[in-house]
């Protein structure tokens, strides 16, 4: 057995399937003192002024997946690049992040709680990368001819 504590999904315990409650039970329990050191750490890390990460319901988690696939759907053809594989994920410093060699996007999680515009400048941004691994001239004038009004959102979200 072993524990893991997700940024997103808080604790989560990894178990054989033909372990009983209460074996799992006292498992947890007797790792008490590892769990609050990485509830420690993880607060740590949020810190420096920002929110701290507040954990996800999976309703949350399937609606934002949704909102990210429809994003994707929509965006892609007017960029004109496909993402290969998307990931959602909690990241600190960055909303999205793209891999341009392989297309893999990851989208920051914490868009959930933002609105929709946020979420497709992010998907558009990621996208452009496809083409433009930097932010160059050419990258913007492929943000702004797929999105126009990506100025004043990128200004909202900052
Ligand atoms: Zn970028």
């Known amino acids: 057995m072993y524990l893991r504590l997700d ?13 009983s409650d209460a074996q799992i039970r006292a498992f947890v329990e ?9 509830e420690k750490k993880a607060a740590g890390r949020s810190g420096r ?7 996800y319901s999976k309703e949350e988690l399937n609606a934002f997946r949704q909102r990210c696939r429809a994003a994707f759907d929509r965006w892609e053809p007017l960029v004109g690049r496909r993402a290969s594989r998307v990931t959602l994920r909690s990241m600190k410093t960055r909303w ?14 914490r868009l959930i ?5 946020c979420l497709d400048y992010v ?8 083409w433009e691994p930097n932010h160059g001239k050419a990258f913007w004038a492929r943000v702004a001819a797929a999105y126009p009004d ?8 900052r």
């Open 150 to 157: 990506y100025a004043r959102v990128r200004k909202s979200m």
């Open 30 to 38: 007797s790792r008490l003192d590892w769990i609050k050191k990485a």
């Open 123 to 130: 998907v558009v941004h990621e996208l452009c990368h496809l």
């Open 96 to 109: 999205g992040s793209c891999n341009a060699a392989n297309g893999h996007v990851s989208i920051n999680l």
């Open 7 to 19: 940024p997103a999904q808080g604790l989560r315990v990894s178990a054989p399937l033909f372990a």
């Open 113 to 117: 709680d933002m609105p929709d515009e």
């Open 49 to 55: 002024g920002a929110a701290p990460q507040r954990a």
